[in-house]
């Protein structure tokens, strides 16, 4: 059974019942809604749907709103698409949308710009297609001289990477998107170009006054400003995205496989869900197979420790949605194979409290050495299973909980599988209960060795001080 979890986009490509359905079958653990297109209703469309298979294949599925978050874009050009000649001098305004673009000037969405830039810095527009060196700031009028022949054209994004940009945490977009998620219950929000610790607590603070206290936060890296600060950033979110789109062109392209190494590394250490991001399998929305490169770079973030992995374009808009979800999920199954389950035990040590991290281990432990079917644990919080996870046994976990939200939760966390189920009032009928339902699932069979980990009384929350191995009857 695949252990690392599977976000995949859903667009145009995969809206349709259909082939919504078969994504789900084909591994998807959570749903992601990019936000920085499409509106409400298109969204609480698709949403709609992801919750209605979820009821009718009886699978527990992740619903995440991406925000747009702060981005400076380029105004209109006129034509829509021009291109700049390498050496031309070309004026960027800041905030002066009036300005109509065309091969000598642009408007770019952000009046702040110009107080931001000086002399030397670097300008890139769409993802880096084209950039410019500022060369002199005269009001709002950036004057730059064109680094490389290239095309720019209306509403493309726009990068200044190592400088720090003053722009809010949240947008009046995001605020109303973040509102719209309470409404409709997401399970947790991307939270795009998330700099410091002090934007993750605004984005609490309009969940808790909107009714999503229960809402995760996962903070997007995706510049050196949320690189540098990624400890406070961390320490303040539930989960962390290693966004490789955006994190490429704000910093050097190179050294992006050594930060996600360190986040991950980091988010391993904290004991909290790291998510690794953005052209996994990008040629596969044109082609029905993935390249070498792409399998091996799928592969290395989970032999790096990802909790989960994640298709944007590829599900979303391309050509093959369903088979680049049944191609990540192969990868993940055979890369698992290959992980070093023992010394993940021992890493785990750093992380969990005293008595809990004891009994994790131990259940860890002990389901590798007797080859266990599962780890089955009884968890009203997750708190239980996210600590297993953690330890990275070798056979799956299997949460039992009552709460269904917990169930989306763990979504996110590795190698657990959730189910939910009624309440239990004593430890008896936990512990028999559990292994029911874990058979009943199909997770297990008779004869099979289970290791049992929970927190008794059943009643207490986010303890873990049991562990009990059975054979299933």
Excluded at 442 to 460: C, R
Aim: net charge negative; proline share 4%; glycine share 8%.
């Amino acid at each position: 059974m695949r252990k690392t979890k599977m976000i995949c986009t859903i667009g145009p490509a995969s809206e349709d019942m259909e082939i919504l359905e078969k994504v789900v079958l084909s591994g998807m653990n959570a749903s992601r809604h990019n936000f920085s297109h499409g509106d409400h209703e298109e969204h609480g469309g698709r949403i709609k749907k992801v919750k209605e298979l979820s009821k009718k294949l009886n699978r527990e599925i992740a619903i995440i709103l991406d925000t747009k978050g702060p981005e400076i874009r380029t105004g209109k050009f006129e034509p829509k698409k021009v291109e700049l000649a390498k050496g031309s001098e070309f004026t960027v305004y800041a905030g002066d949308m009036d300005v109509v673009g065309d091969t000598t000037k642009c408007s770019v969405t952000y009046a702040g710009l110009a107080n931001d830039v000086k002399p030397g810095n670097t300008i890139l527009i769409d993802d880096g297609l084209v950039g410019l060196t500022v060369k002199s700031v005269e009001g709002n009028a950036i004057k730059c001289e064109v680094q490389n022949t290239g095309f720019v054209g209306t509403h493309k994004g726009v990068n200044v990477p190592g400088v720090s940009i003053q722009l809010p945490a949240l947008t009046e977009k995001d605020k109303s998107d973040l509102i719209f998620g309470c409404e409709v219950g997401v399970t947790m929000i991307a939270a795009s170009f998330i700099r410091k610790a002090s934007d993750v607590k605004t984005i609490r603070e309009i969940l808790d006054a909107n009714g999503g206290e229960r809402i995760l936060i996962c903070s997007k890296i995706e510049n050196q400003e949320g690189v540098d600060n990624l400890d406070e950033i961390l320490e303040a979110s539930d989960l962390i995205m290693v966004a490789r789109g955006d994190l490429g062109v704000e910093i050097p392209i190179e050294q992006v496989p050594a930060v996600q190494k360190m986040i991950i590394k980091k988010c391993k250490a904290a004991g909290k869900p790291v998510v690794t991001a953005t052209q996994m399998l990008d040629s596969m929305m044109r082609n029905p197979r993935p390249t070498r490169a792409e399998v091996s770079d799928v592969a290395n973030a989970i032999l790096d420790g990802t909790d989960a992995i994640m298709l944007s374009g590829e599900s979303a808009n391309g050509d093959y949605p369903v088979e680049a979800v049944a191609t990540m999920a192969k990868i993940a199954e055979e890369t698992e194979k290959s992980l070093e389950y023992k010394v993940a035990v021992s890493q785990a040590k750093t992380h969990i409290p005293a008595i809990a991290g004891v009994i994790s281990r131990a259940a860890s432990n002990a389901a590798n050495e007797l080859e266990a079917a599962a780890v089955i644990t009884s968890t009203q919080t997750g708190a239980t299973a996210k600590r297993i996870s953690q330890c990275r046994p070798e056979c799956p976990i299997i949460a039992v909980t009552p709460d269904p939200i917990v169930a989306r939760q763990l979504a996110f966390s590795w190698g657990v599988y959730p189910v939910v189920a009624d309440k239990m009032e004593s430890t008896d009928e936990m512990l028999e209960k559990s292994v029911e339902i874990a058979k009943n699932s199909e997770f297990v069979k008779s004869g099979d060795i289970v290791v049992l980990a929970a927190g008794v009384p059943v009643d207490q929350v986010g303890a873990t001080n049991l562990l009990k191995i059975s054979e299933v009857k």
